[in-house]
């Protein structure tokens, strides 16, 4: 495909013949077929390691490998041959790789030498793992106050490299856990642990096999959780109603064809993975959940008046609910015609949705971004999180709520101690442990810390991998605010735009990735952690030889910081970071919840974590489920658009979200086959009347203008248009190249979580080429 004939034919279905042939196509590119298939056979099985793909959980009795496009994709681009030697940053001047593209970095393959950063030459340097701490020491100490230095953790991180980080951290004196949970569930997080006293989900993989209505809300799991499609096809085998709502109609969540299932593959059949499909505007579901509220309570009031069963699940709501009526006088006092509009969605619709949920005894909902990044994100997890308690859909069999985390140890990394706000129960088990007080006062989150580094206030940022530059709102704000700190530390497996905006004194720290094996002094393997979006915490142990002698795994790395920044005192770093069992003992010890950790985590499929809310136990201060008490937001980002003055330039509202072929910001290759776009990532997908409305046509190229007014001026620079069916209104593409696009001062009401699924931009045409 060229460059101008980008736009082609989307896939039938997810999965079949299409997943094959991209997996055969990895491996081939990773440059080790044979091992990279050896290596997949490991995924996800007892005695291999955690995909580091997504957080959807394992079936408990599966021993066969569980086909996953992507997944191969994320272990193929760990596993590669290619590597970034030292003779690599000898060539290339950082100022030179800078203008490289965020695929071409990452595709020179693993690091494999500590680096540090040397301004005359503007080149990366070898430097030893001694000098390299020592050096990090220096610049750490030195700062007159240790809340300047902000501490940033992506998901993939284990449970023992997050705990031991979160314990140097807080010896060393701050809560700054900036995380990229900030950016993606932490709406999830807040919303939850108000309505039912636990920031995680309550269900369990079984749960899917048991509900009798499974709502997907705001996610793409055809992309994103592969895996899941699996699960949600076998639903609607059995006659179960999967209920969608989601702005685009995602490949995935139509039809999936099994690649295992070797008659359906000859026959090129596919099975369904919904059965019911609506497409809101963007930022519309709390509407439609307050909408099929309406219909519940009109239901009530129906089977009151004719004699009939009750409706609503009236022990739950006086055992356990708290503020039931107000929540009810919320939902009547709210107008059809706001539902409508701001929904997107017809009063018939919503009724049809409605009836599904009344028709079915038990029920999960799920969902991912499309609803967490949003300014009202938190008020409409609240409204799912009401709507479900109306039919006690919650701490039962087949019912709850689901929220899909993202990276493999997102929610992991929480659970050990990577949290800003510093719980109490937390600081008080850490301090009877280490015997030294600890720090209470909230550190920074990913918003605060880019507030920090561009006020000044900030001097140093580590970051335990991800990619703090490319993932975080107005990058090239954020590109220059690291460029001007003392200390810039990444810690790493592959190179990206984040280690290319050095400040004064910088290091690139290689590590082990979850694929390689891992051998302490007295060369015993090690396993880590991690925990998935069920609670379900397993171990992991590499099978590959690690990319280069060179490598230290994330536990050694944190221990030397932490050794050289705060030396041995309170903790013994070199023996712990010897023998994860060590670790993961203090684990046990602070955190009473993992029990017997290290016996647990050896049994074939780890162990779960106990949910309170699954049991109906409620920590919250009422001691009960709390009804939300919000009104739906006065207007929606779409409902301020419509409002431009006749004449004015039309303002649309943008999601931003993932391609078929990326992980976050790395970016795999240039397709996005469920979507029919080939070889192009600069697109913008919009509805064909809208097009002709700012008189574009198919593949016109364009210029796209943030509106937000704080006097910058955004603009992302030659897109081109994909005619495509999503509401009117509404727009969509790609993260990160428009995150040049997302204001990093609109963000979501307690969560702040960039709003990155509704932007408001404009449009100009460039002249015709
Ligand atoms: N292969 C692969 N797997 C991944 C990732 C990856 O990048 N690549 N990323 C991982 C991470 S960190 C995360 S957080 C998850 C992300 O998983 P997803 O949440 O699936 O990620 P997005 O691509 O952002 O997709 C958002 C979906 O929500 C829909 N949507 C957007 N706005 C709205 C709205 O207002 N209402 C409704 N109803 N729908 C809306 C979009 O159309 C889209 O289908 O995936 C994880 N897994
Ligand atoms: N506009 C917009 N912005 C978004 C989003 C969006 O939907 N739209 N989504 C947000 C979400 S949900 C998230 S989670 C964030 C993601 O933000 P991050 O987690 O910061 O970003 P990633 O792209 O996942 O990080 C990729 C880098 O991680 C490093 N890495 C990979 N594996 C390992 C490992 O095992 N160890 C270590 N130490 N490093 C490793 C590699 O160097 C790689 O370059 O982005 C957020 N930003
Ligand atoms: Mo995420």
């Known amino acids: 495909m060229t460059k101008d004939n980008f736009i082609g034919k989307s896939s ?45 959980g394992d079936p408990e009795h599966g021993s066969s490998f569980e086909f996953c496009e992507n997944g191969v994709k994320a272990v193929a681009w760990e596993a590669t041959k290619s590597r970034v030697t030292n003779d690599f940053f000898a060539k290339h001047t950082v100022s030179e790789l800078r203008t490289w593209s965020d695929y071409d970095l990452e595709h020179e393959g693993r690091l494999t030498h500590p680096m540090r950063y040397d301004a005359e030459t503007d080149h990366y340097v070898p430097v030893s793992w ?125 039809r999936f064809s099994d690649p295992q299932n070797k008659m359906e593959m000859m026959r090129g059949g596919s099975e ?66 706001q539902i409508e509009e701001q929904s997107g969605l017809s009063q018939a619709e919503i009724e049809e949705a409605a009836e599904i949920y009344l028709a079915s005894d038990s029920v999960i909902t799920t969902w991912a971004m499309g609803v967490t990044q949003h300014r009202h994100s938190v008020h409409t997890i609240r409204e799912i999180a009401s709507f479900m308690f109306l039919r006690g859909n919650i701490g039962r069999p087949g019912a709850g709520l689901c929220p899909v985390r993202g990276h493999s140890n997102v929610q ?18 850490m301090e009877k442990e280490l015997g030294v007080p600890m720090p209470r006062t909230p550190g920074h989150n990913v918003l605060h810390a880019i507030g920090a580094m561009l006020s000044g206030e900030a001097r140093a940022f580590i970051g335990l991998g991800g990619n703090f530059a490319r993932a975080t709102p107005d990058s090239p704000l954020i590109a220059q605010a690291l460029g001007n700190l003392d200390l810039t530390v990444n810690v790493a497996t592959k190179l990206n735009h984040g280690h290319l905006l ?74 712990l970071s010897d023998d994860n069992d060590k670790i993961r003992d203090m684990i046990a010890r602070v955190l009473p919840a993992f029990g017997n950790f290290n016996e647990q985590v050896r049994k074939p499929r780890g162990f779960h974590l106990r949910n309170s809310a699954a049991c109906r136990e409620w920590n919250t201060p009422t001691q009960r489920a709390n009804f939300t008490t919000s009104d739906l937001p006065e207007l929606t980002e779409w409902q301020q658009a419509q409002q431009v003055e006749a004449g004015a330039e039309p303002v649309f509202v943008m999601q931003t979200f993932r391609s078929h072929d990326q992980y976050n910001t790395t970016v795999y290759g240039m397709d996005d086959r469920y979507r029919g776009v080939y070889g192009e990532r600069q697109v913008v997908f919009m509805h064909p009347e809208d097009m002709k409305q700012i008189g574009a046509e198919a593949g016109a190229r364009v210029d796209v203008r943030g509106c937000h007014d704080d006097g910058t001026d955004r603009v992302a620079e030659d ?51």
């Open 502 to 575: 050095p400040g004064k004194h910088s290091y690139i720290l290689p590590c082990l990735g979850r694929t390689e094996i891992d051998r302490n002094s007295k060369g015993e393997r090690q396993i880590v952690t991690v925990e998935d979006s069920m609670s379900m915490v397993h171990g992991s142990g590499g099978i590959n030889l690690p990319a280069s002698k060179e490598l230290r795994s994330e536990v050694q790395i944190v221990a030397g910081i932490a050794k050289a920044t705060v030396g041995s005192t309170v903790v013994n770093w070199d023996e």
């Open 130 to 254: 001694d000098d390299a701490f020592t050096g990090i020491a220096a610049q750490l100490n030195a700062l007159d106050d240790p809340n300047r230095a902000e501490f940033y953790t992506s998901g993939r991180a284990s449970n023992e490299a997050a705990f031991l980080y979160q314990t140097f951290v807080r010896l060393y004196g701050t809560n700054n856990f900036p995380d990229c949970s900030n950016m993606c569930h932490e709406a999830s997080g807040v919303a939850l642990t108000e309505s039912i006293g636990i920031g995680k989900g309550t269900v369990q993989l079984e749960d899917f096999e048991k509900a009798d209505a499974i709502f997907v809300v705001g996610q793409n799991p055809g992309t994103n959780h592969p895996r899941m499609l699996a699960d949600l096809r076998k639903a609607t085998e059995r006659g179960a109603r999967v209920v969608v709502l989601n702005t685009l109609k995602e490949k995935g969540l139509h």
């Open 12 to 56: 039938a279905a997810a999965g079949g013949w299409g997943a094959l042939k991209s997996v055969g196509r990895q491996l081939m590119g990773s440059g080790a077929p044979v091992t990279g298939a050896r290596t997949m056979l490991k995924a996800n099985q007892p005695d291999g390691f955690d995909c580091p793909g997504c957080a959807w």
């Open 272 to 337: 369904k993975t919904s059965t019911d499909y609506y497409r809101p505007r963007l930022g519309g579901d709390m509407a439609i959940f307050r909408g099929m509220a309406k219909v519940v309570f009109a239901a009530e009031d129906a089977a009151q008046a004719a004699g009939k069963p009750a409706v609503l699940d009236h022990d739950f709501l006086a055992e356990h609910c708290h503020g039931f009526e107000t929540y009810r006088d919320l939902v009547n006092a709210t107008s059809w015609a």
């Open 412 to 429: 992991g990394d929480r659970t050990v101690g990577i949290n800003e706000k510093a719980p109490k129960p937390l600081i008080d088990a």
């Open 719 to 769: 897109f081109r248009l994909v005619p495509y069916d999503i509401p009117r209104g509404c727009v969509a593409g790609y993260y990160p190249e428009l995150n040049i696009l997302v204001p990093h001062q609109q963000f979501g009401e307690k969560s702040f979580t960039p709003a990155s699924k509704s932007v408001k931009v404009t449009f100009r045409l460039r002249d015709a080429v």
